[in-house]
């Protein structure tokens, strides 16, 4: 398996991780619990998205196009 997404925090992680499934790509989310282990303190680089060899290319696509997305318009809801 190779390490494809490194995220700031577990929502980003999950995020890319959902985008991956929804894309029939197998993935691991690894580190996800290892930010409770540090109480209060701001920790980043502990989760990532792990895929086996086979998927790489497709999952780091799939990535590229995740990060490339534009963010739906704002419709003035608050």
């Not at 390490?3 to 929502?11: G, H, P, S, W």
């Not at 895929?51 to 704002?74: F, H």
Request: glycine share 6%; net charge negative.
């Amino acid at each position: 398996m190779q390490r494809v997404f490194q995220a700031e925090n577990t929502i980003e992680a999950h995020l890319v991780k959902h985008w991956l499934q929804a894309s029939r790509i197998p993935c691991e989310l690894r580190g996800e619990y290892l930010t409770g282990a540090m109480g209060e303190l701001p920790v980043t680089g502990l989760v990532a998205i792990w895929v086996e060899d086979e998927d790489v290319s497709a999952a780091r696509r799939v990535i590229a196009e995740w990060r490339a997305a534009e963010p739906l318009p704002d419709e003035g809801y608050a």
